[in-house]
């Protein structure tokens, strides 16, 4: 089957194309997810949500860029607006237990163990803290290393999905890296 008829048996909504769409992309989507919410069961459910929304949104694809880089963009997305409402959850919970009217906490951690094809590391402690100083990097920082770092892609590729020139990814990359340096290095020198 052909990447046209392929879009146009999507558009039609036929079954066969969905399947289809499933088998080729479920990995990537998945994997893409992991790296930006590394959390399997929080990944998994963002996962399905981009495939809904791929489902709901397949009419308005253009064509302008290559299907997978489309779906990589909402996985992205999906992933980033997961991380915001979570982050407005914690202020608001914050601000909850300054005015005496807290719910409780969830004292466990967030992250689950996983084999994530970018990041091989050998203890999940070493991953937490890995994620964590990831997630404490400013936004578009944070997309752009994830996307080549930790996923792997080309700078041509995070350049259609973020649609950055490739000097500002790398430019990106470079004070990423050397933030990325400076939180591990405070969090060691405070573990000693």
């Known amino acids: 089957m052909s990447e ?6 999507l558009k039609a909504q036929k079954r066969e194309a969905y399947e289809k769409l499933l088998d080729e992309y479920q990995k990537l989507v998945f994997n893409a997810c992991l790296s930006f919410v590394p959390n399997v069961e929080d990944a998994e459910d963002l996962a ?7 489902f709901n949104s397949i009419a308005k694809f253009k064509g302008n860029s290559k299907l997978s880089t489309w779906i990589y963009r909402i996985a992205v997305n999906k992933s980033l607006e997961y991380i915001r409402k979570k982050n407005a ?9 300054l005015t005496g009217n807290a719910l409780p906490i969830d004292k466990t951690s967030y992250f689950t163990e996983f084999n994530h094809p970018g990041v091989q590391l050998e203890r999940k402690e070493e991953q937490e803290i890995l994620f964590k100083a990831i997630d404490q990097l400013p936004e578009a920082q ?4 994830t996307l080549h770092k930790i996923d792997g892609l080309s700078y ?4 259609a999905i973020t649609h950055k020139s490739i000097a500002s990814i790398e430019s990106l990359l470079f004070r990423a890296r050397k933030n990325l340096k400076q939180i591990l ?8």
């Open 142 to 145: 944070k997309i752009v290393f």
């Open 185 to 192: 290095t405070a969090y060691y020198k405070k573990e000693k």
């Open 89 to 97: 959850k914690k202020r608001f919970g914050f601000m909850q237990s």
């Open 156 to 159: 041509k590729e995070v350049n």
């Open 48 to 54: 399905q949500e981009v495939f809904v929304e791929v």
């Open 4 to 9: 046209a008829q392929f879009l146009a048996d």
